[in-house]
């Protein structure tokens, strides 16, 4: 197996896209159209006086933005959103525009979207289930997305044109059978595979609406040069893609030798600037808060409640494969503690405007090595403690100080969640029995996974509940990782589910003879 390597001087070797050179427009793609036969001639071999319709190609300009615009409705919007302080007091009156550059509310807050309910009470849940069931699968644009197949919930009053997609989400929800009847004696578990998208993690979706709001205000002439993110990873991945797609700079952090390889060449790829810092993810967060205070470089990171809108239609998407059915669990690995907010705000939009009418318990699972929530959850929510995230295969959530923490524990008080750990061993030995299955999943699902298997030993999870753990990465992002496992080459770890390649001379006799043995084992007939 092939290895690469980037030293410091190529890392920090990549310039600054232009945006002529990745705006450049796409060749023009033949269309078809049927069109009624006028010359007699038969659509097959044979000859015919048939008038049955043909297939003749045409070619146009046009491309699914311009049949966007040309359908564009001419009646005025009457969906709106506006940034709010994060659960604000009665009677507060302080909001923001979404075309503000803002952050944080006027005491130091986090900031929410807040849409405007009423406007989108107008239309009764069975409207918005049809609406929404209706643009799956699609190609019109934005609508093919997603993400933007929700947009009058998400970003309602921003321009088709400015959209920056990939048609990111439709995301696969996965029945488990094998797993949940092999390991947990359950019928009715389900994961939603969020990595299967666009860069590889259920980052895209919160991304592609920071990425058009930005492209919205540069158009704007507002004051923002390029897009900047402390990241663990998946974040800089995504906001690269997306960037790059839009002919707009991107900036990202990273904490040095603490990301995988397949994370690193990403951003590289996509031609951020990358800035490899020695320190952790806590320490880049601190430094990109800081510079987008004196520079004018977009705040990227979850902090920008923007992403959370994204983010929740996950949530939304959930509901509608289980045909508008609320699943009984939804378990969610928590890091920066965005996410977690996200799937609860998406469930309860659409239990308050009537889609549903209940919504799921959620479950935030940590890694025991990077566990701040799980304390405080612990200790029946008294004074959070940020904690020193120590080193985790679940890298993107080896967070000890979450930006999110406020948000996380509203979502979670509010829909009487629960909070879990996983132990370094826990979690790979999770993520190696998914994968026995027929999966191919990352550390973070495994932690997931972990909390499932202690609330099912707990029986507080029963085996008839119909449960959905969300797997947020793809494991080709984590090779490492799974090769280090089945190789036995962890210290300190028993590996029980390692499946390691037998080598065997290049011999029939000594082939058949390994075979034999396999085909006879106890654990192959069981």
Same mark, same amino acid.
Request: aromatic share 8%; charged share 20%.
């Given at each position: 197996?092939?290895?690469? !390597?980037?030293?410091?001087?190529?890392?920090f070797?990549f310039?600054?896209?232009?945006?002529?050179?990745?705006?450049?427009?796409?060749?023009?793609?033949?269309?078809?159209?049927?069109?009624? !036969?006028t010359?007699?001639?038969?659509?097959?071999?044979?000859?015919s006086?048939?008038?049955?319709?043909?297939v003749?190609?045409?070619?146009?300009?046009?491309?699914?933005?311009?049949?966007?615009?040309?359908?564009?409705?001419? !009646?005025?919007?009457?969906?709106?959103?506006?940034?709010?302080?994060?659960n604000?007091?009665?009677?507060?009156?302080?909001?923001?525009?979404?075309?503000?550059?803002?952050?944080?509310?006027?005491?130091?807050?986090?900031?929410?979207?807040?849409?405007?309910?009423?406007?989108?009470?107008?239309?009764?849940?069975?409207?918005?289930?049809?609406?929404?069931? !209706?643009?799956?699968?699609?190609?019109?644009?934005?609508?093919?997305?997603?993400?933007?197949?929700?947009?009058?919930?998400?970003?309602?009053?921003?321009d088709?044109?400015?959209?920056?997609?990939?048609?990111?989400?439709?995301?696969?929800?996965?029945?488990?059978?094998?797993?949940?009847?092999?390991?947990l004696?359950?019928?009715?578990?389900?994961?939603?595979?969020?990595?299967?998208?666009?860069?590889?993690?259920?980052?895209?979706?919160?991304?592609?609406?920071?990425?058009?709001?930005?492209?919205?205000?540069?158009?704007?002439?507002?004051?923002v040069?390029?897009?900047?993110c402390?990241?663990?990873?998946?974040?800089s991945?995504?906001l690269?893609?997306?960037?790059?797609?839009?002919?707009i700079?991107?900036?990202?952090i990273?904490?040095a030798?603490?990301?995988?390889?397949?994370?690193?060449?990403q951003?590289?790829?996509?031609g951020?600037?990358?800035?490899?810092?020695?320190?952790?993810?806590?320490?880049?967060?601190?430094?990109?808060?800081?510079?987008?205070?004196?520079?004018?470089?977009?705040?990227?990171?979850?902090?920008?409640?923007?992403?959370?809108?994204?983010q929740?239609?996950?949530?939304?998407?959930?509901?509608?494969?289980?045909n508008?059915?609320v699943?009984?669990w939804?378990?969610?690995?928590?890091?920066?503690?965005?996410?977690?907010?996200a799937?609860?705000?998406?469930?309860?939009?659409?239990?308050?405007?009537?889609l549903?009418?209940?919504?799921?318990?959620l479950?935030?699972?940590?890694?025991?090595?990077?566990?701040?929530?799980?304390?405080?959850?612990?200790?029946?929510?008294?004074?959070?403690?940020?904690?020193?995230a120590?080193?985790?295969?679940?890298s993107?959530?080896?967070?000890?100080?979450?930006?999110s923490?406020?948000?996380?524990?509203?979502?979670?008080r509010?829909?009487?969640?629960?909070?879990?750990?996983?132990?370094?061993?826990?979690?790979?030995d999770?993520?190696?029995?998914a994968?026995?299955?027929?999966?191919?999943?990352?550390?973070?699902?495994?932690?997931?996974?972990?909390?499932?298997?202690?609330?099912?030993?707990?029986?507080?999870i029963a085996?008839?509940?119909?449960?959905?753990?969300?797997?947020?990465a793809?494991g080709?992002?984590?090779?490492?990782?799974?090769?280090?496992?089945?190789?036995?080459?962890?210290?300190?770890?028993?590996?029980?589910?390692?499946?390691?390649p037998?080598e065997?001379?290049?011999?029939?006799?000594?082939?058949?003879?390994?075979?034999?043995?396999?085909l006879?084992?106890?654990?192959?007939?069981?």
């Open positions: 197996m092939t290895s690469c !390597s980037f030293s410091s001087s190529s890392l070797s310039n600054l896209p232009t945006q002529n050179s990745l705006h450049r427009r796409p060749p023009t793609l033949p269309r078809h159209a049927i069109l009624s !036969s010359d007699g001639s038969s659509n097959g071999a044979s000859s006086s048939s008038s049955s319709p043909t003749k190609p045409t070619r146009t300009e046009d491309n699914i933005r311009d049949e966007a615009r040309r359908h564009r409705s001419t !009646s005025a919007n009457p969906f709106s959103a506006r940034y709010v302080p994060f604000a007091p009665p009677g507060s009156t302080e909001s923001y525009s979404l075309d503000d550059i803002v952050y944080r509310s006027e005491s130091g807050g986090l900031l929410d979207v807040q849409h405007d309910l009423d406007a989108l009470r107008a239309h009764d849940g069975a409207y918005w289930r049809s609406l929404f069931d !209706s643009r799956v699968g699609k190609t019109k644009w934005p609508y093919g997305s997603g993400v933007w197949s929700k947009k009058e919930w998400v970003l309602p009053e921003i088709h044109d400015d959209i920056v997609s990939a048609f990111e989400g439709n995301s696969n929800l996965f029945w488990a059978e094998r797993f949940g009847k092999t390991f004696g359950m019928n009715d578990l389900w994961v939603k595979h969020c990595g299967i998208s666009h860069t590889g993690s259920f980052k895209d979706l919160g991304m592609t609406v920071l990425v058009s709001q930005v492209n919205r205000l540069r158009k704007m002439n507002k004051p040069v390029g897009v900047g402390a990241s663990t990873g998946d974040t991945a995504a690269s893609a997306y960037c790059a797609s839009a002919g700079p991107s900036i990202v990273l904490p030798n603490k990301i995988s390889m397949a994370q690193l060449v951003p590289i790829a996509n951020a600037f990358v800035l490899s810092i020695d320190t952790d993810f806590d320490g880049c967060m601190k430094l990109i808060r800081e510079i987008t205070s004196e520079l004018p470089i977009y705040l990227a990171n979850s902090l920008n409640s923007l992403r959370l809108e994204g929740k239609t996950a949530a939304i998407e959930i509901l509608q494969q289980f508008w059915q699943p009984d939804v378990i969610v690995p928590g890091g920066n503690l965005g996410n977690i907010y799937f609860y705000k998406g469930f309860k939009m659409c239990q308050e405007l009537g549903v009418d209940r919504i799921p318990r479950v935030c699972a940590q890694a025991a090595n990077a566990n701040p929530l799980y304390l405080h959850y612990k200790s029946g929510w008294k004074e959070f403690k940020p904690v020193k120590n080193a985790t295969f679940a993107a959530i080896q967070i000890g100080d979450p930006v923490i406020d948000r996380a524990v509203y979502a979670l509010n829909c009487d969640g629960i909070v879990e750990e996983a132990t370094e061993e826990e979690l790979m999770a993520m190696a029995q994968d026995s299955t027929g999966m191919f999943v990352c550390p973070h699902t495994g932690v997931a996974l972990t909390a499932l298997f202690k609330l099912r030993s707990q029986g507080v085996p008839t509940d119909r449960t959905v753990v969300v797997s947020t793809h080709l992002k984590f090779t490492q990782a799974k090769i280090d496992y089945h190789s036995k080459a962890i210290p300190d770890m028993a590996c029980r589910f390692s499946n390691p037998v065997v001379k290049a011999d029939f006799g000594a082939v058949m003879d390994v075979l034999k043995g396999y006879g084992s106890e654990e192959l007939r069981s």
